[in-house]
């Protein structure tokens, strides 16, 4: 008798607890008229505070870039030994949640990102973008371009001297992955003489459209990412009366943007062998490819 195909990982239990204390929490505060009850999600966004003190060899300040739209970014300074004849690259971190939830301190993403600064080793750029619904689409494509903006032009304090700005790579997971993309296509036509993006890491980047694809039906089971909570976020981002066949969300679907003349880096596309989007990952690098770009899948 044949096994049915699984459709979730085997993971650690600190992970699956994660997993569904977060999940839990985005079901509880996510509300039917497409609202979100911040306070309530706020219990369980546990936050972390920069630290000036190195922890586990990283340093973390937050730059403030917009006060008026709470537009910040977190730097993550990894320690080097000669720092004068040492350049390290600088990654533009966009965290995921859907466009929806978290933030770019919220304890996770802080974990994540410092350990991405010492490991790799490089200058982390984490970026804290306005949320939807308050703030659909485009704001949070406008507000990763304004920090880009805010580097190109200004010289920041805190800004290491080994940060190498000609090595700058757009990175995210998730609506992170997603909008790594649409910035990246208005920053290259805008031609930025200090921040030269040199890649693209898109990691189980959301796209979608109107199609169920096969690994949607297939993986509905799997944790956190399902049909109806992804559809509720496209709702909560999309303009009023789009579908999700919006080029925002299909990239290179009916609607999307021909980027084949577009100066776009290399990118490499990271997707999750349980992740339900991963036929509409898939298709975002096909359409890379399609387009003349280089691009990796893996």
């Known amino acids: 008798m044949s096994q049915k195909p699984r459709t979730s990982p085997d993971l650690p239990w600190k992970i699956r607890l994660f997993y569904s204390t977060f999940t839990f929490a985005v079901d509880i505060t996510r509300r039917s008229n497409i609202t979100v009850n911040r306070r309530l999600f706020n219990l369980v966004d546990l936050k972390s505070l920069p630290s000036k003190k190195p922890i586990n060899g990283v340093t973390t300040t937050d730059i403030t870039v917009d006060p008026s739209r709470n537009l910040w970014f977190r730097l993550y300074t990894p320690k080097i030994t000669d720092s004068d004849s040492t350049k390290l690259p600088v990654i533009v971190y966009f965290h995921g949640g859907g466009f929806v939830f978290l933030a770019a301190n919220s304890k996770p993403y802080d974990d994540y990102c410092k350990t991405l600064a010492k490991e790799l080793p490089a200058v982390i750029i984490s970026v804290n973008y306005r949320l939807a619904p308050e703030h659909r689409y485009p704001s949070q494509y406008e507000d990763g371009f304004d920090v880009l903006k805010f580097i190109e032009t200004n010289s920041i304090e805190s800004f290491p001297s080994y940060a190498d700005l000609n090595r700058c790579f757009i990175a995210g997971d998730s609506a ?62 999309l303009p009023e009366e789009s579908d999700r066949d919006h080029p925002a969300a299909n990239v290179f679907g009916p609607n999307g943007e021909d980027i084949s003349s577009v100066n776009f880096p290399a990118t490499i596309v990271f997707v999750g062998g349980f992740d339900p989007l991963q036929d509409w990952q898939k298709r975002y690098y096909e359409g890379l490819k399609k387009s003349g770009k280089e691009a990796l899948f893996g």
């Open 176 to 237: 992170g992955g997603n909008l790594a993309h649409h910035l990246v296509v208005e920053a290259v036509k805008s031609n930025l003489n200090k921040v030269r993006i040199i890649g693209v890491l898109a990691v189980q980047p959301y796209f979608g459209g109107e199609e169920r694809t096969e690994s949607e039906i297939r993986l509905e089971g799997a944790p956190l990412v399902s049909m109806e909570r992804t559809d509720w976020m496209w709702k909560a981002f």
